[in-house]
């Protein structure tokens, strides 16, 4: 069995992603606004697979605007010390109790029982 590296993990959970130009061509702002959003931690990025360059999960993106919850609850895990990789792991993770992944909670407006449990776990 070959030993996996983050990176396929991240790959292995989240299938579509886009870089910070289609992100913002997403989002109807700049390439700087984006970048501008994840420094802040409105927004996450990642490198997928090796030499792919940092990119955004696209169901980050819903109807031109990032989804509802999701940069409260990356500020929320920013403040508890973790990384972007961390953080995209635990929203894209499938959650029988949820039922489904953090993100698809959030994409159906199911929200309060991931804010709760992000509470938890980040402090």
Sequence with gaps: MSENTPEDDLAALIPDWMDWK???TELHVSVSKVRQWIREHQL???VPSPGAGQQIPAELIMDG????????????FSDGGWDDREKLTWLFTPDDS?????IDALRENRGSEVKRRAQALAL
């Design 22 to 24: 289609q992100a913002a």
């Design 44 to 46: 996450a990025a990642a």
């Design 65 to 76: 605007e990032i989804v509802k919850g999701v940069p409260g609850l990356l500020t929320l």
């Design 98 to 102: 949820l039922p489904g992944r953090p």
